[in-house]
């Protein structure tokens, strides 16, 4: 099994980076993964406010997936996600759905334990531990605090372990990290931060060859999901509306009007994320409704 | 048990409608009603062109629920939903998310039994009966196909029978009316139109004296949620977060950072439907973490 270390961070994907690993289809990787803040926010004392935020949104990476060649999907199979018992979680005046509203930066430390996440005596949630930020390097310097076409900082909270996701593959060998750990988060991550914690991921590498991922794609056990964004909730949701579409179309065989109709009935508009400049929104289709065959192009 | 029959169809929410039935609370109302079409697409050759859009979106009432005040919050407890076998999907150039796109009117009769929606022989979903249309009447009046803090055509598919709705009372009596049932609709209702039936409609109301819903709430077995609405949907999100955000101040206590951070990691933010001028998503919320109490002001 081969192990990345925490310290081996970047804050850009991208194609002039030297991959701090390489690997082979099918073998197993360990990544130790920092928090959002860089390990940074040590108690409630420490704020927002005086971060550096060069050391934020950290992805342990890039690796470099053999025979991964530009026009192929990478698969990453999620194996397992363990997450630290110190989360944190903060307010960042001016950031999240509420931005317009006036308030201060504060922070709150959560000790997560035995499945749940405590954040106050009165007030805890079950543990859901996901990866916030998981991608390839596309063609152009993306910031790892960003999100696309490549994956990125999708915060979605159904990539857990278990699930399997493809990305399309850009460049040569992928070049591929993941970090910035969630205990928890809602759909939404509605005030900018979840429970950020440091942690480690097990996962493993799959190749589709000569088939292309026009999004991010999840596969749950029961389903699959087109992960779009955009500018706007309204603009995500209308690319992951038509992926969807033309998924129906190469999987049935339909005209646009019938396979736009049934997407009125099959494919769920879900909300990944609301905080980033570009918006995320999931497409959900059941497993008895797809294959993954007609998802790719 | 009163019966308020499928020909008792109102167009718009208004002050000034007759009721066509009075009821008592905790009194059994069986509604019949008609498809979102008025009943007029009957076969596959027909089509939006030729509707009568008079008769479109129609709900059965108004009912006069005695002892319901302004301030009130009524309480409408869906005890059973009954679909007929015959359901009515359609595209309609110019609607939709995808209304850019050029496609033609085009209609679909699929056939609804054994709980299933046969869409096309390779391709059947689970029925999930719901509810498209339930609201009171707001003090000025507003067409039955518009959506508000009143209801209205909120298209939330998960507003099923065994679910309970709180709406907030504007007039005397409540004035309620309710209809377009969906045989199966997915969050988003993408093309405009679901899977569109006639059916039938159990419920019994209750009332909560002097105390108010800010946006209709939805209550099912394991969860709350407020049913916001705006002309975006990252507007329909900020209206539920802040719902939700001052829900979670009043249940425990907290300044807003705190309940903001708390939205972030407990309130889930899901999209109803994006094809009305106004789009919907609601703020769900587990019974765990929040009571009824605190969600009405």
Redesign the interface.
Known sequence: MKIVPRNRLIYSFSPQHKPVEHVKLGEPVLLKTEDAFGGQIKNEKDSVSTLDWSNVDGATGPIFVENATPRDTLVVEILDIKVEEKGV???VPKC???AE?R??P?T?IVKVSRGY?N??K??R?KANPMIGTVGVTPKKETPTGSLGRHGGNMDVKELTAGTRLYLPVFTEGALFAAGDLHA????????????EVSGEILLRFGLIKDKKAEWPILEAKDWFAFLACGD???DA??SA??A??EAFMRE?GWN???A????????????NQ?VDPK?G?RAVISKD?ITLDSMLT
């Not at 928890?184 to 429970?195: F, H, I, N, R």
């Open positions: 979680i903060v307010t999240g759905i509420l509203k308030f201060k504060s709150r996440v954040f106050e009165n007030a949630i928890v988060q809602s759909d939404g991550e509605l005030c900018v931060s979840a429970v706007t909730l309204d949701a209308k509306t038509e969807a579409v049935y646009f009007e019938r736009y109709m049934f997407g009125s009935l099959a494919a769920n508009l879900e909300i609301v918006k929104v409704l």
